[in-house]
């Protein structure tokens, strides 16, 4: 997938975008918010410019129950009166709608109200609450598109990502079902006769679920469908610049909720930013904070909840590699490495950022490659047609102009691509450079944009010890057709990534497995395999169902 934005600093560009801003707490989104001021530049720069939720283009926004103010807190009933943020289009840079955060005391009523949630929601049977996601799930699917649309809308991404990050969310349901009947520990041998040993798994209580610009339904969807199939209730606080689509899967989730008599608080939001984020990871009543973000912030966040010996799930950062051997299959290289790099203009956590290529065939790829980029269509995210858009930021264009210009200090050279497209938005070309040292400082930094730096091999060691050099270890892919050479890379001597592939791209995880990684990405683990173990404490029970009260390890204590 998660499938994992960059920290979107308070900017206003005008006078022909007359954009602002906000910094976010998740992964496409940052700590350090000034709400008043935000606000300030918020309000100036709406009064300018009608929103799009007012024009006929954008009326199906209303389907999805939202209007030119939306409240941005909901725990069982809708508030907000906090500072209100504009949510704006990046292809356009055009206000959309606007939220109302949360603020301190509306936090703290809304985690009062989630935990008494938690009293009802745990005591209904495990496969009760299954019905109850795949509820969620139905629900999701009778407005994909429209939801899908809001997410290419708010987010940048193109249509069918859109639609694409909420079919994830609606197979986590269809997952989660399945698991309501599952979920449970083993019986194992006791030593002692007239004994059994068994392990008991209980929800945590409330889970706190901090989730990035770049995936703001899936992320979201992958926590809180497992974490409600587990017996825990959700505290949501989306990503400051995607707000709209944070209200409208609440709203979806709510009307779920509503219709089985259960308190809406089950699932709670809190739209807000640092201090909303802060006060999650502070909060001893979280039982799990759910992270998605960058390396720098999911360090601080972790201090915070470790601060108080809380659970914590990660995902953050990935600098991720393809590497191509002599032997490997172009047809499938190509398409794989322009897929995972271009997609979603270079702002997944799973985007590859670094082609390693055998000093074979390096040439050949590097043109085959950059001829590929050419051809991709460049467009509004909205139209189904369009492969690949823009950025979600300003600030991460001017990100992606530093990157550049540090690459060719460090001796890189611009093969395809390196500027600023100019049209309304937030369009930078994709752009590939070669040249550069394996560990050349550039290449070991995570830049979230649609940067590819391609690296020249020689051997198998090598191109091994350069994919797990850098910080992060999220996901790694590597293309042959050796099988010995295969089973090294998934060995204790290959790949340190949680994501290992063989022949396909680094991006696009099933929900099937779990995802996450090692390293700075933070060790954690959402979605699928045995994923369901984050949201639930273990405890090991011992009965005694004789008359007799033998010690382990044979001890005699009389």
């Given at each position: 997938m998660l499938r994992s934005g960059r920290v979107a600093l308070l900017a206003l560009n005008q006078p022909l975008m007359q954009r602002c801003l906000t910094l976010t707490f998740a992964r496409h989104s940052r700590l350090l918010l000034r709400p008043k001021l935000a606000s300030v530049y918020c309000q100036q720069s709406a009064a300018m410019s009608g929103l799009l939720i007012n024009q006929?283009?954008?009326?199906?926004?209303?389907?999805?129950g939202l209007s030119e103010d939306n409240p941005g807190v909901y725990n069982g009933s809708w508030g907000g009166s906090g500072e209100v943020i504009t949510s704006y289009c990046p292809a356009n840079n055009e206000p959309i709608a606007r939220v109302t955060q949360a603020t301190m005391a509306e936090y703290e009523e809304t985690v009062q109200k989630t935990r008494e949630a938690w009293k009802i929601w745990a005591d209904i049977p495990a496969p009760k609450r299954g019905e109850i996601v795949r509820q969620i799930g139905d629900a999701l699917r009778k407005k994909i598109n429209v939801l899908g649309s809001l997410v290419s809308l708010e987010m940048g991404k193109i249509y069918v990502e859109g639609v694409g990050e909420v079919q994830e969310y609606v197979d986590v349901c269809d997952y989660a079902v399945g698991l309501s009947r599952m979920i449970?520990?083993?019986?194992?041998?006791?030593?002692?006769?007239?004994?059994?040993?068994?392990?008991?798994?209980?929800?945590?209580?409330?889970?706190?679920?901090?989730?990035?610009?770049?995936?703001?339904?899936?992320?979201?969807?992958?926590?809180?469908?497992?974490?409600?199939?587990?017996?825990?209730?959700?505290?949501?606080?989306?990503?400051?610049?995607?707000?709209?689509?944070s209200v409208a899967v609440s709203k979806i989730v709510a009307e779920v909720l509503e219709r089985n008599n259960l308190p809406g608080a089950v699932?709670?939001?809190?739209?807000?930013?640092?201090?909303?984020?802060?006060?999650?990871?502070?909060?001893?009543?979280?039982?799990?904070?759910?992270?998605?973000?960058?390396?720098?912030?999911?360090?601080m966040v972790a201090m915070m909840v470790q601060d108080r010996f809380g659970r914590k799930l990660l995902e953050l950062g990935g600098n991720n590699a393809i590497i191509v051997f002599e032997d490997a299959d172009l047809s499938l290289v190509v398409p794989s490495a322009v897929?995972?790099?271009?997609?979603?203009?270079?702002?997944?956590?799973?985007?590859?950022?670094?082609?390693?290529?055998?000093?074979?065939?390096?040439?050949?790829?590097?043109?085959?490659?950059?001829?590929?980029?050419?051809?991709?269509?460049?467009?509004?995210?909205?139209?189904?047609?369009?492969?690949?858009?823009?950025?979600?930021?300003?600030q991460a264009v001017d990100q992606y102009l530093a990157a550049i210009e540090q690459a060719k200090q460090q001796g890189?050279?611009?093969?395809?691509?390196?500027?600023?497209?100019?049209?309304?938005?937030?369009?930078?070309?994709?752009?590939?450079?070669?040249?550069l040292a394996h560990?050349?400082?550039?290449?070991?930094?995570?830049?979230?944009?649609?940067?590819l730096y391609v690296l020249k091999f020689k051997?198998?060691?090598?191109?091994?010890?350069?994919?797990?050099?850098?910080?992060?270890?999220?996901?790694?892919?590597?293309?042959?057709?050796?099988?010995g050479r295969v089973f090294r890379w998934l060995g204790p001597k290959g790949s340190d990534c949680g994501i290992v592939n063989v022949n396909i791209p680094t991006s696009g995880a099933e929900i099937g497995g779990a995802f996450g990684g090692e390293k700075h990405t933070g060790g954690g683990r959402e979605s699928g395999s045995d994923s369901w173990k984050q949201y639930m404490r273990r405890s090991t029970c011992t009965i005694n169902y004789s008359k007799d009260l033998p010690l382990a390890q044979g001890i005699k204590f009389e």
């Open positions: 006929p283009k954008y009326s199906w926004l209303k389907e999805l449970g520990g083993p019986m194992l041998p006791s030593e002692r006769p007239g004994h059994a040993l068994i392990e008991q798994w209980n929800p945590v209580g409330l889970v706190g679920i901090i989730t990035a610009f770049n995936f703001p339904v899936a992320v979201y969807g992958w926590n809180n469908a497992i974490a409600l199939t587990c017996g825990n209730v959700c505290l949501w606080k989306g990503a400051p610049t995607t707000p709209l689509t699932c709670s939001m809190a739209c807000g930013g640092a201090d909303i984020g802060t006060a999650m990871a502070k909060d001893e009543r979280v039982d799990l904070v759910s992270f998605t973000g960058s390396t720098h912030v999911g360090k897929f995972a790099s271009v997609g979603t203009a270079g702002q997944r956590c799973t985007t590859t950022r670094r082609l390693m290529l055998h000093e074979s065939l390096h040439d050949t790829v590097v043109e085959r490659v950059a001829k590929a980029y050419k051809q991709v269509r460049i467009g509004d995210p909205w139209d189904p047609t369009t492969l690949y858009g823009p950025l979600h930021t300003k890189g050279t611009v093969v395809c691509g390196g500027k600023v497209m100019d049209r309304p938005g937030n369009y930078v070309e994709p752009t590939i450079i070669t040249g560990d050349a400082a550039i290449v070991h930094t995570e830049t979230f944009v649609p940067i051997t198998e060691e090598e191109a091994f010890a350069w994919n797990n050099e850098v910080q992060q270890g999220l996901s790694s892919s590597i293309f042959t057709k050796d099988m």
